[in-house]
């Protein structure tokens, strides 16, 4: 039986929204050769090559990208710059509810946190990601709030109040500062229905990531595969974690 494998990114591979560890590069690299492997990441496309690199990026099979709500493959062949060519294969559409916009506003204003920078709501392929501190924060300021949200819970305080107001949607704490928001179902977990459904009848496939317990947006992935004789799912707290885990069976 053939073993596949899943990566989630921020604080799994890299630091959050970091480049990757140059040293832990060369590790991965040589671990990845002669291995199916795939990228699941609440990141988008552009963002997961510039933490990871092309030449990890393109030694993979597939990337899904944005919570698996955009999902890439390889052309078969190379383009004349001598670069793989990536195409979408699918893509979901999100549209807000009325009101949301609004009321992220609101949440980010009665947050009690005192540093605010901006860029609190982005729009990725599927859905949002959303911080109070902001995607203009720097590495420090992110550092900052995982700690004051690490303490207070404010994140899932969020996650659950939302949840009550917009029964259409679903939201998971992502990396260390943000929410995304997305439709019921089109988190993580929908890459199996998509993609592996029949893969994973005659082969292993094993998922690393660091936001595995609920409300984390690794938790409807691992709880899937977990439900499958042939699915595993390992909890990383680090990049650092994940280095050890590969010298390890059934990685090594």
């Given at each position: ?153 404010e994140r ?53 990531g660091d ?41 090594a």
């Amino acid at each position: 039986m053939s073993s596949i494998f899943l990566f989630d990114v921020d604080g799994t591979v890299t630091p959050p929204k970091q480049k990757i560890d140059s040293n832990f590069k060369i590790e991965f690299l040589r671990w990845m050769k002669d291995r199916e492997v795939y990228i699941v990441s609440g990141g988008s496309f552009p963002r997961i090559i510039d933490q990871l690199g092309t030449d990890i990026v393109d030694g993979c099979a597939g990337v899904f990208a944005c919570m698996g709500n955009i999902f890439y493959e390889q052309l078969d062949q190379i383009n004349p710059s001598g670069f793989d060519e990536w195409q979408i294969i699918y893509e979901n559409k999100f549209r807000s509810p009325r009101g949301l916009k609004e009321k992220l506003k609101k949440v980010v204003e009665e947050s009690a946190y005192h540093t605010k920078t901006g860029k609190h709501s982005q729009h990725r392929e599927g859905m949002i990601n959303f911080s109070i501190v902001g995607s203009n924060a720097t590495t420090e300021q992110r550092r900052e709030y995982a700690e004051y949200d690490l303490q207070n819970k404010e994140r899932e305080a969020i996650v659950g109040a939302l949840k009550k107001q917009y029964a259409s949607l679903d939201f998971a704490i992502g990396g260390a500062v943000s929410i995304d928001i997305f439709k019921m179902g089109a988190d993580k977990s929908q890459i199996i229905d998509r993609h592996f459904d029949e893969v994973l009848e005659g082969n292993r496939i094993l998922f690393v990531g660091d936001r595995i317990p609920f409300p984390g947006n690794d938790c409807s992935l691992a709880v899937t595969l977990r439900q499958h004789p042939n699915g595993s799912a390992y909890e990383v707290e680090s990049w650092r974690d994940t280095a050890e885990l590969l010298k390890t069976e059934p990685f090594a």
